[in-house]
């Protein structure tokens, strides 16, 4: 397991624990709402005009919030714990520095499907069922390539095949563009140092001193974060990131 993949099951844990404090939270108030409810006599109505219609009415609202509290922090638990199931499931991160090879582990597999569709095609033009069983397909799944679909084709459609071969150029041109960011740089700019740090993913600027209010609050709206561990101005390395930058730098004094 990579850095990358420690920040990430360290995230996914700390979202179970809060989904894990916010159902306890929730019980906790759901039980107390039950033990006020069951001291009320059942089908007890409110004594209209008795003395005691207002304090009745009142215990009988805080039970009701109490529930009602209860049901919202349950919501939110199964939220929180729906996020940290996706935590690490939306794809191959460029914060991870395993990233290329496993984007090309995806262009092998991308590849592999495009030529398996393609042969089974050629076996069903022959009916070849033979063939199509050598390629991985059981009897359930060739009787469904033969049927038809509503244009009368057979097999895997045009469609299908263009965008396999749209996805392996997208996944290449990722590998490109995450290739050309392997080495860190440096360089200075009006006395800021400009670092492309491609270990970490990350564009920082460093300061001399703590820069003004305005330059603050223009690097914060530009997406730039203060990183106490770098002592620096971050965001993700990115075009954007580089034109945020910029932006910021041009506004700084010679």
């Known amino acids: 397991m990579n850095s ?11 979202l179970m624990a809060r989904a894990q404090r916010l159902r306890a939270v929730a019980e906790g108030l759901a ?7 069951a001291v009320i006599p059942f089908g ?6 008795h003395h005691s219609e207002k304090r ?11 529930f009602e509290k209860a049901a919202e922090l349950e919501r939110l638990a199964q939220a929180t714990a729906a996020r940290a199931d ?8 460029s914060d991870d520095p395993e990233a290329v090879t496993k984007l090309k ?56 095949l263009k965008n396999n071969g749209a996805n392996i150029r997208r996944v290449q041109r990722r590998i490109e563009a995450l290739s050309q960011k392997q080495e860190s740089t440096t360089r200075e700019v009006k006395g800021v140092q400009v670092i492309e740090d491609a270990d970490e993913n990350r564009l920082c600027l460093v300061f001399q001193g703590k820069p ?9 709206t530009r997406g730039f974060v203060w990183s106490p561990t770098r002592t620096a101005w971050v965001r993700k390395l990115n075009n954007a990131a580089r034109y945020a930058a910029q932006s910021v730098l041009d506004t700084l004094p010679q």
């Open 4 to 14: 990358y993949e420690m920040k990430q099951q360290a995230r996914r844990e700390r």
């Open 31 to 37: 039980q107390r709402a039950r033990e006020r409810a």
């Open 44 to 49: 007890q109505p409110i004594l209209v005009g």
């Open 56 to 66: 009745d009415r009142n215990y009988r609202q805080r039970i009701s919030r109490a």
């Open 86 to 93: 996706g935590v690490g499931l939306g794809g191959v991160s």
């Open 105 to 160: 582990a995806q262009v092998q597999e991308l590849e592999a499907r495009q030529e398996q569709m393609k042969a089974a095609n050629r076996a069903l033009r022959y009916g070849d069922d033979s063939g199509l069983q050598a390629l991985g397909f059981s009897a359930t799944q060739i009787i469904e390539l033969k049927k038809p679909d509503f244009c009368g084709r057979t097999g895997f459609p045009d469609y299908a």
């Open 212 to 220: 003004e209010e305005s330059v603050r609050r223009l690097l914060r």
